[in-house]
C-alpha cells in the first residue's frame, strides 16, 4: 500500500491534501497535453514561469 493512494493517510490536513491533489492533477493533464502536442514532455523556461505563474 502507498500512502499516497490514501490521502487521509497524508500528514495534512484537509484543504492542504485537496490542494496537493489538484496540483497533482493539473500537472498530470499539463504533462499529457504537451506530450500530445510535442511528442516528448520539454518545457521552457518561460514555460515554467507560465505555470508557476498560474498557481
Known amino acids: ?3 499516497f493512494e490514501y490521502p487521509q493517510n497524508m500528514p495534512f ?3 492542504a491534501q ?3 491533489m489538484r496540483a497533482a492533477i ?3 493533464a ?3 497535453r504537451l506530450s500530445d502536442e510535442r ?3 520539454h518545457l521552457t523556461p ?3 514561469a507560465e ?3 498560474a498557481r
Do not use: N, T, Y
Open 51 to 53: 505555470l508557476e505563474s
Open 39 to 41: 511528442g516528448v514532455f
Open 13 to 15: 490536513s484537509p484543504e
Open 30 to 32: 499539463a504533462a499529457k
Open 18 to 20: 485537496s490542494l496537493l
Open 46 to 48: 518561460s514555460e515554467w
Open 26 to 28: 493539473a500537472a498530470g
Open 1 to 3: 500500500m502507498r500512502d
